[in-house]
């Protein structure tokens, strides 16, 4: 057991790699993202790949990486079955939320708090009933905390003062805008009145998810604005697949 890692994680994503074997995207609790082969397991003796699915939390028993970074997947213990009959739009929100952590890079010692974040994210989903889209924005803004680069909602971050609802944003720093400094700043990006006003309950959506009904264009508007904060901070674009399932709506 000397060359083996022992460590829980969430499957992010698989895909065939052989053709006995499977390659995984996995968010370990110590390793961070990292990939696994899982050599053989799609033999048709064996054939357990059905079951290792995306987002079900594991227990593996692995190899140390090879030349290539990869590791060996030696065993694997179900800890927990995520859900499959979930609305389409919980679930691509759900994966919204493991791709934008399977885009970190995190030092070590950080890996522990981003991996109990996400696990609470995709617990909590489990019990949404609707507006899931909502709670994934509020778990980016927990994300967002992490990694030292908190959205301000008390403020507007041109002129500092308070505001009660968001009117729109900056386009060089993507960080909120009072309605005054928006109507003074050129090319600045405006909310819809629905838009500014869930950001501003954001903290806490919880206690709002039954009375909403969030239309597709400020869900569009919504999703952009945390895509490009985060892309200003990166100082590259980031983009998340799983949430092109909103403009197709």
Same mark, same amino acid.
């Not at 033999?43 to 590791?71: A, M, R, W």
């Not at 505001?163 to 600045?188: M, R, V």
């Not at 039954?210 to 952009?224: F, G, P």
């Given at each position: 057991?000397?060359?083996?890692?022992?460590?829980?994680?969430?499957?992010?994503?698989?895909?065939?790699?052989? +053709?006995?074997?499977?390659?995984?995207?996995? #968010?370990?609790?110590?390793?961070?993202?990292?990939?696994?082969?899982?050599?053989?397991? %799609?033999?048709?003796?064996?054939?357990?790949?059905?079951?290792?699915?995306?987002?079900?939390?594991?227990?593996?028993?692995?190899?140390?990486?090879?030349?290539?970074?990869?590791?060996?997947?030696?065993?694997?213990?179900?800890?927990?079955?995520?859900?499959?009959? !979930?609305?389409?739009?919980?679930?691509?929100?759900?994966?919204?939320?493991?791709?934008?952590?399977?885009?970190?890079?995190?030092?070590?010692?950080?890996?522990?708090?981003?991996? !109990?974040?996400?696990?609470?994210?995709?617990?909590?989903?489990?019990?949404?009933?609707?507006?899931?889209?909502?709670?994934?924005? %509020?778990?980016?803004?927990?994300?967002?905390?992490?990694?030292?680069?908190?959205?301000?909602?008390?403020?507007?971050?041109?002129?500092?003062?308070?505001?009660?609802?968001?009117?729109?944003?900056?386009?060089?720093?993507?960080?909120?805008?009072?309605?005054?400094?928006?109507? +003074?700043?050129?090319?600045?990006?405006? #909310?819809?009145? +629905?838009?500014?006003?869930?950001?501003?309950?954001?903290?806490?959506?919880?206690?709002?998810?039954?009375?909403?009904?969030?239309?597709?264009?400020?869900?569009?508007?919504?999703?952009? #604005?945390?895509? %490009?904060?985060?892309?200003?901070?990166?100082?590259?674009?980031?983009?998340?697949?799983? !949430?092109?399932? #909103?403009?197709?709506?």
């Amino acid at each position: 057991m000397s060359n083996q890692i022992k460590t829980n994680c969430i499957l992010i994503k698989k895909q065939p790699y052989t +053709e006995s074997s499977v390659l995984m995207q996995v #968010f370990s609790d110590t390793l961070g993202m990292t990939s696994v082969l899982a050599k053989g397991i %799609r033999k048709t003796n064996e054939h357990k790949d059905f079951l290792l699915n995306v987002l079900n939390e594991y227990e593996l028993v692995l190899s140390q990486p090879s030349q290539s970074g990869i590791h060996i997947l030696k065993e694997f213990t179900l800890i927990s079955e995520y859900p499959t009959d !979930l609305p389409l739009a919980t679930w691509f929100t759900v994966q919204a939320g493991a791709e934008m952590i399977s885009k970190l890079i995190l030092p070590v010692d950080e890996i522990p708090q981003f991996y !109990l974040g996400i696990s609470q994210y995709l617990n909590y989903q489990k019990t949404v009933k609707t507006n899931a889209i909502a709670i994934f924005w %509020r778990f980016l803004l927990h994300i967002y905390k992490l990694l030292g680069i908190p959205i301000n909602l008390s403020n507007c971050s041109n002129c500092q003062k308070s505001i009660e609802k968001a009117s729109g944003y900056a386009p060089d720093t993507g960080q909120l805008l009072c309605n005054k400094c928006l109507k +003074e700043l050129p090319e600045s990006f405006v #909310f819809s009145p +629905e838009a500014g006003y869930i950001i501003s309950i954001l903290p806490v959506i919880g206690n709002y998810l039954n009375d909403l009904e969030i239309q597709k264009e400020t869900i569009a508007q919504v999703n952009n #604005f945390f895509l %490009r904060y985060i892309s200003l901070q990166f100082h590259k674009e980031i983009k998340l697949n799983s !949430l092109q399932f #909103f403009l197709s709506e």
